[in-house]
């Protein structure tokens, strides 16, 4: 069965610098990879999804990620955070409707 | 509703006891799932729905859980005689039809402490 693995369970990034979170994934073929985002209180929100095609995905609220068959990873970017940015960010692949998701990643924004 | 409601949101109860859980999906949506996330952990499947088919329950932990929903409407998680391990957020997701290119629409969760 597919996996996915969020290496930093959080990261501190200053309002306005660029951010990475990091995903890898374990699955024999590509999978379809998702990235999610959970405010305090809310529930996860779609931020980008890959299926195939371009390996760089455009997402909602500036995000991108970019497939890289090679690495096994799926790496969430942003090249300028904003406060309204600190939240949880899960990754996640699904394969005939089995979804899993990583631990997820809390993003901590300091002003 | 605009969006996949969730009730209650929080709820503390003592083990041993059995409680509901409730969702309802975003009207027309035909697929219905169920995830437990733990403290400091990620979603983990529990079973979802899908039209008037079976469903698919090889999420479900151990047979103290069981769900139901009557036909695209609201869904029921119950637990019955909880645990302390049992302490988790039920998320409840829909989306127009199972697979990927159809987004899931996830609720706020329940919050659930078993005393």
């Known amino acids: 069965a597919q996996s996915v693995t969020q290496p930093d369970i959080h990261i501190t990034v200053s309002e306005g610098a660029s951010l990475e979170l990091r995903c890898n994934y374990s699955?024999?073929?590509?999978?379809?990879l998702f990235w999610y985002v959970q405010s305090p209180g809310q529930g996860l929100q779609l931020l980008l999804k890959y299926f195939s095609g371009d390996t760089l995905v455009q997402g909602i609220k500036g995000f991108e990620a970019e497939f890289k068959r090679s690495q096994s990873s799926f790496n969430l970017r942003k090249p300028s955070v904003h406060w309204s940015d600190a939240a949880e960010y899960f990754c996640?692949?699904?394969?005939?409707?089995?979804?899993?998701f990583g631990a997820g990643t809390r993003l901590t924004v300091k002003p | 509703g605009a969006g996949v409601s969730q009730s209650p949101s929080n709820k503390v109860t003592e083990k041993g006891k059995d409680v509901e859980l409730r969702c309802d999906p975003i009207s027309g949506h035909t697929a219905l799932y169920w995830y437990r996330q733990r403290l400091g952990q990620g979603l983990e499947f529990l079973i979802y729905?899908?039209?008037?088919?079976?469903?698919?329950k090889s999420g479900l932990p151990s047979d103290r859980f069981s769900a139901e929903r009557t036909g695209e409407s609201v869904s029921t998680l119950t637990i019955q005689r909880t645990q302390q391990e049992d302490s988790a957020v039920y998320l409840c997701?829909?989306?127009?039809?199972?697979?990927?290119?159809?987004?899931?629409?996830f609720g706020p969760g329940t919050r659930l402490t078993v005393l």
């Open positions: 699955y024999g073929a590509t999978p379809y």
């Open positions: 997701a829909s989306s127009l039809s199972s697979g990927s290119y159809n987004e899931q629409f």
């Open positions: 996640a692949v699904e394969h005939n409707n089995d979804m899993r």
């Open positions: 729905f899908q039209g008037n088919s079976a469903p698919d």
